[in-house]
């Protein structure tokens, strides 16, 4: 699992470095681009779960990356304290 | 109407969250669920996070990988696994964050509702729609 996620991660960076960043960059500023991994296909939407149901409708088997067009990340993650969560809290 | 609380101070997780219980399902056998207690967090951009023992016990099921910056600075990947989760009386799909912190319920999840928190020990928090 871990190093499917980093392969994921890799090639869709690689993809969109390539192939997409050039089209979207100067349009589409902070819009999520979904891209499928496999066939290099994406959709583009201000909403990463739209974007995904959209192109997981044309392409039942993606498997998909997604980068937010200008910003290092699709999404902001809070940080919390390690160790302290446990399931019976 | 989604009602929690706010987690007293100095007991873990110490800083006084606003709290709801969520009940997430697995999609294609919806007799696998489990009623979850999770942080709203508004910093969360996205629907929901789990850890990965929850995860396993509910037997999602692996999807794509997606990238969050957290609040260091730091941007992760990370596994997503669709999954049923009941909101206000209706059944949504949405995507589940793997990620071994408390859960996470964040604005992509609350979006078109309307959030209330009382921000004392004890205090009450309603989530409800807002259309």
Do not use: C
Not at chain 1, 43 to 49: A, K, L, T
Not at chain 1, 59 to 79: L, N, Q, S
Not at chain 2, 61 to 76: F, Q, S, T
């Amino acid at each position: 699992m871990a190093v499917d996620v980093r392969d994921a991660a890799e090639v869709g960076r690689a993809i969109y470095d390539e192939k997409i960043r050039h089209k979207v960059e100067p349009t589409e500023k902070g819009k999520v681009v979904v891209i499928d991994i496999h066939s290099g296909d994406y959709e583009i939407d201000w909403d990463d779960w739209t974007a995904t149901l959209r192109l997981r409708k044309r392409r039942p088997g993606a498997y998909t990356w997604a980068e937010r067009v200008g910003y290092p990340a699709v999404h902001t993650m809070g940080f919390s304290f390690p160790g302290l969560y446990r399931e019976d809290d | 109407m989604i009602r929690g609380r706010v987690h007293p101070l100095g007991e873990p997780p110490i800083s006084g969250e606003p709290k709801v219980a969520v009940t997430v399902a697995n999609i294609d056998d919806p007799a696998r669920t489990m009623t979850v207690e999770v942080t709203v967090d508004t910093g969360f951009s996205a629907h929901l996070t789990l850890p990965s023992e929850t995860i396993k016990k509910l037997g999602l099921i692996y999807m794509d990988v997606r990238p969050a910056m957290l609040a260091n600075g730091e941007v992760r990947a990370f596994p997503i696994y669709p999954a049923r989760v009941s909101w206000n009386g209706m059944g949504r799909q949405v995507p589940v964050f793997e990620s071994e912190s408390q859960p996470l319920l964040g604005m992509a999840l609350l979006w078109d509702s309307r959030l209330t928190i009382e921000a004392w020990a004890g205090g009450e928090v309603t989530i409800q729609p807002a259309i």
